[in-house]
């Protein structure tokens, strides 16, 4: 540990790697004592051109003209209780982002419980058991079904998960089953029994900007009663559209108060929320929830590509963005995977892509967020294993078929898996 005089002649760069410095050596300090060792911020726009708004490495509040530090938006979250960890589910630079940032928090504030967007409440027992170390790796993926529950690939998640059993940290399941979202969505809160609906609230009203963000999301959804026409905020579909995704945000604020009431009520202890960049964009989905619950000291945190149009980043996006480098795939994974993130489709049958990674396989096939997929291999897609496991066992260098529903068209598209380099 150094002492006092030494660290008052450090000067500390703004970027991320110069914080991994000071947990070494400040790791017992607090965000307060740590403020003096930043260089004062600096004027944005004169490092700056036109198309890079948030340089890689740096920190920037939306909508304003300046560069900010970790310390500073530290110090600043000192008085709140959550901060919440954008993503986007597929992308490997977003989870070594949160990994960074959560080792940075550990250091000044230990007091703390990860929440994870990607385990319903039904395997709360499970993650107690994973951070207890009574679990290897491969029980804990298959007790929590993350296959079949999640989906993505494990290992853009298991350095979080590590990290957090590593340090004793308690992880807390923030999600609600599937089910319960679907059955929502389709028919409305009110046609769930209450006895059914997994101690979930009626969820806030959303904000007419809420509805905003949501129609065009919703336009992405192939819907039993979606109507053939362009759709407005007062189709009776879409508000129940809204609500099954207010249901999400509101299950996942719900949980974060438990695990906030659960901890000492010690000014240190915090909660961090890992999920999806919309679930916190503009504060619509999880922050309103969180703030009609009666949490009010919420930190918003998301990760941004600087290749991403600057016209996004304007005021009230997030607390602040940290600039990455656009995700590349540099080492082939262990097994196949397409690098998609989808959602099965109970009633309809099939699968519904939500997301297509950057350089993936399934990018190259001409896959698109929106497809339905309907076969796999010739085989007919009513089950996630029914991917999964067809997917990890194609050997390289060979073609998968796969059969999309676009719209109202059926299309035939190849996946070509890369032949082993020599």
């Not at 410095?21 to 260089?39: H, N």
């Not at 979080?160 to 929502?184: G, Q, T, W, Y």
Request: proline share 5%; net charge positive.
């Amino acid at each position: 540990m150094t002492n006092n005089k030494n660290k008052h002649k450090l000067q500390i760069n703004l970027s991320m790697s110069a914080w991994f410095v000071l947990i070494v050596v400040l790791s017992s300090t607090t965000f307060a004592e740590i403020i003096p060792l930043i260089k004062p911020t600096q004027n944005l726009q004169a490092t700056l051109s036109a198309k890079q708004c948030v340089p890689v490495a740096n920190w920037v509040i939306p909508g304003k003209s300046l560069k900010t530090s970790f310390t500073e938006i530290a110090s600043r979250a000192n008085q709140h209780s959550v901060i919440l960890l954008g993503e986007t589910h597929v992308n490997r630079e977003h989870h070594r982002w949160q990994l960074q940032i959560l080792a940075a928090l550990h250091a000044v504030r230990p007091d703390m419980v990860i929440g994870f967007e990607m385990f319903p409440r039904s395997t709360q027992k499970v993650l107690d058991q994973w951070i207890a170390g009574e679990l290897s790796e491969a029980d804990f993926l298959h007790k929590t079904n993350w296959n079949s529950v999640w989906g993505t690939d494990a290992s853009l998640y298991l350095p979080l998960f590590h990290f957090a059993r590593m340090n004793r940290i308690p992880m807390r399941a923030l999600n609600i089953d599937s089910e319960l979202r679907k059955r929502v969505s389709e028919k409305g809160f009110d046609s769930v029994p209450e006895n059914e609906r997994e101690g979930v609230t009626r969820p806030a009203p959303p904000s007419p900007a809420y509805l905003d963000f949501l129609l065009p999301i919703y336009e992405l959804h192939d819907r039993k009663h979606k109507q053939q026409s362009k759709s407005n905020k007062y189709d009776p579909d879409f508000l129940r559209f809204v609500v099954g995704q207010q249901l999400w945000d509101r299950a996942m604020a719900q949980e974060i108060k438990v695990a906030l009431d659960l901890l000492d009520k010690r000014k240190s202890s915090l909660v961090v929320g890992i999920m999806g960049t919309g679930h916190i964009l503009h504060g619509f989905g999880v922050p309103h929830q969180l703030k009609d619950l009666g949490v009010n000291g919420v930190t918003a945190l998301i990760p941004w590509d600087t290749n991403k149009s600057c016209k996004q980043l304007t005021n009230g996006y997030a607390d602040a963005v940290f600039g990455l480098t656009p995700q590349n795939i540099e080492v082939p994974p262990s097994f196949q995977r397409l690098g998609i993130r989808y959602e099965m489709m109970v009633e309809q049958g099939g699968a519904r892509v939500m997301e297509v990674e950057k350089a993936s396989i399934a990018e190259s096939a001409g896959l698109l967020t929106g497809d339905i997929i309907r076969e796999i291999a010739g085989g007919a897609v009513k089950d996630t294993n029914d991917i999964v496991t067809v997917v990890k066992r194609q050997a390289p260098g060979t073609w998968l078929p796969i059969s999309v529903e676009r719209g109202k068209e059926l299309k035939q598209i190849i996946a070509k898996f890369p032949a082993l380099a020599k």
